[in-house]
């Protein structure tokens, strides 16, 4: 069977049902699909050939870009010898050297162990289990609560939207299996009670920046205060860098800005240079032993856990960090993002622009009730720019190969784009 752009439009309208996607204007008659067929670096093509810069990193996940050519091959070479295999109960050689790669990424040999998952959520899942498990098998079952903190997103199925403290996302799932308190901010977790802080399993954050709630900085200088309470209090430290690994902050991870080390990382997105589904959680020697009788193992696990595919992916993509010093390239890039940004923040329709290396949130003055952040963004893309807002936050998060003329035509077609929506 072959379809027809028109054909292959319709059967989306009458088949599919996309992800934080409203379905009733969706599949109104008028309107077409934006369908997305090829990339090459920053570039993104659609179904009648147009080309777009991917403003947003095809949702936060690509980092050196689209069809790079040391991730193509090390896929195709992997697939010459298998796609995937069970985990469970067996290994493979590109699970493991991942796993030697991403330890030897932390400093002081304290994260340890890898444990594959599939996607952001299912990272952040496997930490939350593993901690509440540790508690339960050393003495302290009292330790069952999960602190998290308001207008957080640690991602979707049932557990980690529990964690969320965005009321739109989370609002179906906040009342599940375990227990989670909320904290507005370090000052919150200060006034707890002894009593309180005794039952607290651990906490989890999104280092440096929040990104769902609209990219939201936390002061500077919150993360290493919080890694200091948590020690104080034997709480263990969960750091969701699901969004804000592998180079987004300007750093290879958040944590390394304040020289924080935590007891667990949730890392996706970017872990497989945004090709494949593959997540990872990282964790210390300390949790590994408390799992070691027979009794205390972790039965937990995905299908697709340490697809090998996804492994070769991330290899590749740690390679081309190395061999195009991708690090290293990061800080003139942002500068001149921020110079650019900076331009934005002076139109009188901005009323914030809020950055973190290579991530940028620009909020719109809205003085309307009806929100503005996808008009604009729907406005963008006539002008070649893709992206997708958070409420009246436009986010710019360009893939880390971005050249510096492609910042400014994505910096172009959002001042374009507010002009033309807020005359
Ligand atoms: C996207 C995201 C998640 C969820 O990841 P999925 O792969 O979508 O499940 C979790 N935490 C943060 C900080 C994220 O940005």
């Known amino acids: 069977m072959t379809f027809s752009p ?6 989306d309208k009458k088949h599919l049902w996309h992800p934080f996607t409203p379905m009733q204007p969706w599949c109104t008659e008028d309107h077409e699909p934006l369908s997305l067929v090829s990339g090459k670096g920053c570039t993104l093509r659609d179904q009648h050939g147009r080309e777009y810069l991917d403003g947003n990193s095809s949702i936060w996940t690509n980092i050196h870009g689209h069809s790079h050519p040391t991730i193509h091959s090390a896929i195709q070479e992997q697939l010459g010898r298998v796609a995937h295999t069970s985990f469970l109960g067996f290994t493979h050689p590109p699970a493991i050297q991942l796993a030697s790669e991403l330890v030897g990424l932390f400093p002081g040999e304290k994260l340890t162990r890898v444990f594959y998952s599939d996607d952001g ?3 952040v899942e496997v930490a939350v289990r593993m901690a509440l498990q540790f508690w339960q098998q050393t003495g302290h079952p009292e330790r069952h609560v999960i602190a998290a903190f308001d207008r ?12 969320g403290g965005i009321p739109l996302f989370h609002h179906a799932a906040t009342q599940i299996g375990h227990t989670v308190i909320r904290a507005a901010d370090i000052e919150a977790l200060l006034t707890l009670s002894k009593a309180e802080i005794s039952r607290i399993a651990a906490v989890i954050i999104e280092p440096l920046i929040q990104g769902a ?21 034997d709480v263990f430290l969960i750091l969701d860098e699901v969004m804000t690994g592998f180079g987004r902050t300007g750093k290879m991870f958040a944590c390394e800005h304040e ?5 667990f990382i949730a890392l996706a997105k970017g872990l497989t240079g945004g090709y494949l589904p593959l997540a990872a959680t990282l964790t210390t020697e300390r949790v590994f032993n408390a799992f070691l009788g027979m009794a205390n193992t972790f039965y937990y696990g995905h299908s697709y856990c340490g697809n090998q595919l996804g492994c070769a992916a991330a290899l590749a993509s740690l390679r081309v960090f190395r061999e195009e010093k991708v690090i290293e390239g990061l800080s003139a890039k942002i500068q001149r993002f921020t110079a650019l940004l900076s331009a934005l ?20 003055t809205n003085p309307g009730t009806e929100l503005l952040g996808s008009k604009i963004c729907l406005a963008a893309r006539k002008h070649g720019l893709l992206t997708r807002p958070i409420l009246d936050t436009l986010v710019l998060m360009p893939p880390l190969c971005v050249t510096d003329a492609e910042l ?10 507010i002009e033309e929506v807020c005359p």
């Open 152 to 163: 957080a997103y640690h991602g979707d199925t049932l557990g980690a939207a529990s964690l």
């Open 121 to 123: 959520s299912t990272a």
């Open 345 to 364: 923040q002076a139109m009188p329709q901005v009323c914030e622009v809020r950055q973190c290396g290579m991530i940028a949130g620009i909020e719109i």
């Open 213 to 233: 709630a609209g990219m939201r900085l936390w002061p500077s200088g919150m993360l290493s205060a919080l890694q200091d309470w948590c020690r104080q209090h």
């Open 6 to 11: 028109s054909d292959l439009s319709t059967a």
């Open 259 to 263: 020289g924080v080390t935590p007891d």
């Open 408 to 417: 400014e035509q994505m910096t172009t077609a959002i001042r374009l784009a």
